[in-house]
């Protein structure tokens, strides 16, 4: 069953032009070069209707499998700085996070022969952060073991890698249709850098954090950001809070660094705050996310690009997290998209286009596209945290859904379909 499965990886591979590992920058994500995103459409397979569930066969198998070999290749390239948890997941080598760490604790650590890397304290989320690195020739998953054990009371991590959930389909040389204006809005961003100089971008409040101040523009964040804030040229004097948490470097994404930029959105309290990137479950980004929105922020998150048999993905799946599926231009919802209760809005992520970081236009498939729509949607009655304005703002975005699968909420559509007056996109071809 194994090598089936692994045969069928390459096969779908293949069929994507990607049957070798070189062939990956093809899709690479911008921020982290030598790893790809999930690649577009599966080849044979075709869009799932809003009233179907039917299953896509072998594919889906393919699609999991796609991103156990994006792992893969990362690891090949940077094996020094990468690691895996005992799933398989992405975690910077020889790092342990130690939350709220008593004194004695992190004593016992350093006798052992751990060293403390990092600091941080986070005073706009209650919490206070060292980041530990093992003895040399300790593995990062005996590293952790060691120190829950010496330990038993405190809560210690994985320095978990989180990976962007879409992909560039190919580069444009036509602008797009603009999509729809809105009033004014404050939103705030965790992703790779943005290219600030991007027309689509043009007037935009920028505020930027992370990388110690430099600015690496990078595909992903900048695409993001023009569907979260952009316009065509005729700014709404949106407010973006832009935190760049790859900065170029291979072990980019890593959850220190994103709860770090939670931490800088709170204190700048931004009330809405979109995340297109996914990967495991993990106790810090739980307490962070938990902190965040008692205190009346809403998350947005993509539920990721893994097919619907795949396991749920995090941040998206945590309670309080709004998760977003995408659609193509026909409402329905694409076949790599996530599936299940973690699922509450789905956006137009497909058939569509977005900035690139060289100032021109691409075409993007996957959720990390449709998750920003949602979030935009969302600012516009959240400009700062408030716990009822914040349930206000869900209500009113719920109320104006289309019902696109199963009657009601279900774990394809979530509530239904928003956003498709922001789509920027070619005319979409066929009938809806």
Not at 162 to 182: E, F, H, K, M, N
Not at 364 to 382: H, I, K, N
Not at 404 to 431: C, F, M, S
């Amino acid at each position: 069953m194994r090598t089936r499965t692994m045969t069928l990886g390459l096969m779908f591979l293949s069929a994507l032009g990607l049957a070798t590992p070189p062939s990956f920058a093809q899709v690479a994500l911008p921020s982290l070069p030598s790893l790809p995103s999930l690649p577009a459409t599966p080849a044979g397979v075709t869009d799932i209707p809003g009233n179907a569930t039917r299953a896509i066969g072998g594919t889906v198998g393919a699609l999991t499998q796609v991103r156990a070999l994006q792992i893969q290749s990362l690891l090949r390239q940077h094996r020094d700085v990468i690691d895996t948890d005992a799933d398989g997941a992405p975690v910077v080598r020889s790092e342990i996070i130690a939350i709220e760490p008593a004194s004695a604790a992190i004593d016992a650590a350093l006798a052992a022969g751990f060293s403390v890397t990092s600091e941080k304290d986070l005073d706009a989320l209650s919490m206070r952060l060292l980041v530990l690195r093992a003895p040399s020739g300790m593995g990062t998953r005996k590293a952790l073991k060691m120190l829950r054990r010496i330990d038993p009371v405190g809560d210690y991590e994985f320095n978990h890698l989180y990976l962007g959930s879409g992909s560039v389909v190919g580069a444009t040389s036509t602008l797009p249709a603009a999509g729809g204006q809105l009033a004014s809005i404050r939103v705030g961003l965790i992703d790779s850098g943005v290219d600030r100089k991007h027309p689509a971008l043009a007037g935009i409040d920028l505020h930027s954090w992370g990388c110690d101040g430099a600015v690496i523009a990078a595909e992903h964040g900048t695409a993001v950001a023009s569907l979260l804030v952009g316009s065509d040229g005729r700014s709404a004097g949106n407010s973006l809070y832009a935190a760049d948490v790859y900065c170029g470097r291979a072990t980019g994404g890593a959850v220190v660094d994103i709860v770090a930029a939670m931490a800088w959105l709170a204190k700048e309290q931004v009330g809405v705050i979109n995340i297109s990137l996914v990967g495991p479950a993990n106790v810090l980004l739980e307490r962070a996310i938990g902190e965040l929105t008692r205190r009346g922020h809403i998350l947005v998150a993509a539920v990721g690009n893994d097919g619907p048999a795949a396991p749920p993905l995090y941040p998206a799946t945590y309670p309080g997290v709004v998760g977003v599926s995408a659609v193509n231009a026909r409402d329905h919802v694409i076949p790599e998209s996530g599936r299940g209760p973690q699922v509450d809005f789905a956006a137009p992520g497909a058939d569509m286009v977005a900035a690139d970081s060289k100032g021109g236009w691409m075409r993007v498939r996957g959720t990390s596209f449709a998750s920003p729509l949602v979030a935009r949607l969302l600012a516009r009655d959240l400009p700062r945290p408030a716990v009822q304005q914040a349930a206000s703002a869900l209500a009113q975005l719920s109320a104006t859904v289309i019902d696109a699968g199963a009657p009601g909420q279900d774990d394809i559509y979530g509530k239904g379909i928003v956003g498709n007056e922001l789509r920027w996109a070619h005319a979409p071809t066929g009938k809806k």
